[in-house]
């Protein structure tokens, strides 16, 4: 297990569509991928990470909503359908625009389809943070960021503070 780099926005590595993974994929170092994903992601810390931000551009995503950080989640090839149409907004961060909170409106229920990390295919409704959280990492499979559903003003600010934040780390 080890670290990984975590790309952060404007980086165009982001707006990499991800492939679904294939049968050939489910390989030893695909769990070691699947590892280092949720370490990353805990030592962050953050609720989810999608493949895409660490340039792994596979459709693969690990999540652990839970408070004791106790109940990871894998979703590979994910695809989720509304429930019914109700929205609701809820502030989102992202580990690829640190510093930086918006509130984004995303459906309140929906119904999730994906294989876990043996490839068994699993299928779960759910709502709340979860929900709000899958679809927020199902965009990054897509190369969408939240803040693209922003006013360009604002992703004009936001890019020019996480671009002098950067400059200022190098
Ligand atoms: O840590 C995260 N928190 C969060 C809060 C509300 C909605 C979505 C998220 S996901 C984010 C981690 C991340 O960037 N995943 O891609
Ligand atoms: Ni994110």
Redesign the pocket.
């Known amino acids: 297990m080890s670290l990984l780099n975590i790309l952060e926005y404007p980086d165009p590595r982001l707006r990499t569509r991800a492939t679904p993974l294939t049968e050939a994929d489910f390989t030893p170092e695909l769990q070691q991928q699947i590892d280092s994903m949720f370490e990353t ?1 805990y030592d ?7 493949a895409t ?1 660490v340039d792994y551009h596979k459709q693969l995503i690990v999540i652990d909503v839970s408070e004791n950080k106790d109940q990871p989640l894998v979703l590979i090839n994910p695809e989720f359908t509304p429930v019914d149409a109700s929205v609701e907004m ?8 640190p510093e930086y909170y918006a509130d ?1 409106e995303r459906y309140v229920r929906i119904q999730v389809k994906a294989l876990d990390r043996d490839g068994k295919p699993q299928e779960f409704e759910t709502d709340g ?1 979860l929900a ?2 899958i679809q ?2 199902c965009d ?1 499979l897509k190369g969408i960021v ?1 803040v693209d559903y922003l006013s360009r003003m604002k992703q004009e600010r936001v890019k020019k503070k996480l671009l002098k934040l950067q400059r200022q780390k190098a």
């Open positions: 992601m962050a810390p953050g609720i989810g990470l999608a931000q809820m502030q989102e961060g992202c580990l690829s625009v984004v943070l709000h959280c927020h990492e990054h939240f």
